[in-house]
């Protein structure tokens, strides 16, 4: 499984537009990119997963560029309801289920 | 169903008594997994099924732990003589591979506290 690093924390007010970078240095041609959100006492909430260039869902929007070293997880318009903990994780099919999902990027989204 | 469900979604136990945890997935997702989460720590693998049998049971952390899966649907965690450092989330995911990206959905847990 590829490493990933994002950062920490971010915060952020309502209604703006939120991006988090993934860096998968490590990433092999046969990986997806995955991206998971966690509310305190829930299970994580898939969100969206993608290959290579743009993927967009009714929810959020995924930035792959072409080297594919990096991703960027891209939710518009953000809202209260949004703060929760981001996980990015980068595996192919036959291993991506051991999800290391590692401390995750916390995002506090402010009135 | 629609998602992945989960049983007892909260069980307290006393230390040395065995428990069982249930997951239902989702209609006709052929693989299955178990989870760890400690209060404020990431995901522990634990193990994983594909149909009824078990490729990979790598993440058991003792042999106090066990799971099993029938009808290639509902499967049990048992976790017998229950320790205080057992307490966690314990969660289920499913999946369909679909020769595509294997997205892993999961259910809410089951919340144990061994005391």
């Known amino acids: 499984l590829a490493k990933t690093t994002q950062p920490i924390s971010m915060d952020s007010y309502e209604g703006q537009e939120v991006n988090i970078t993934c860096s998968h240095n490590?990433?092999?041609?046969?990986?997806?990119i995955t991206w998971y959100q966690q509310f305190p006492s829930q299970g994580p909430r898939f969100i969206i997963q993608?290959?290579?260039t743009k993927v967009t869902n009714e929810v959020a929007s995924l930035f792959i560029p072409a080297d594919r070293k990096s991703s960027t997880l891209s939710l518009p318009r953000v809202s209260l309801s949004d703060t929760a903990v981001y996980y990015c994780l980068v595996g192919d099919m036959d291993s991506s289920y051991k999800l290391i999902f590692g401390s995750g990027t916390r995002l506090l989204v402010r009135p | 169903g629609a998602g992945v469900s989960q049983s007892p979604s909260n069980k307290v136990t006393e230390k040395g008594k065995d428990v069982e945890l249930r997951c239902d997935p989702i209609s006709g997702h052929t693989a299955l997994y178990w989870y760890r989460q400690s209060l404020g720590q990431g995901l522990e693998f634990l193990i994983y099924f594909q149909g009824n049998s078990a490729p990979d049971k790598s993440g058991l952390p003792s042999d106090r732990f066990s799971a099993e899966r029938t009808g290639g649907s509902v499967s049990t965690l048992t976790i017998q003589r229950t320790q205080q450092e057992d307490s966690a989330v314990y969660l289920c995911a499913s999946s369909s591979y679909r020769g595509s990206g294997n997205t892993i959905y999961f259910g809410e847990g089951s919340w144990l506290t061994v005391v």
């Open positions: 490590n990433i092999a041609t046969n990986d997806y």
């Open positions: 993608g290959y290579k």
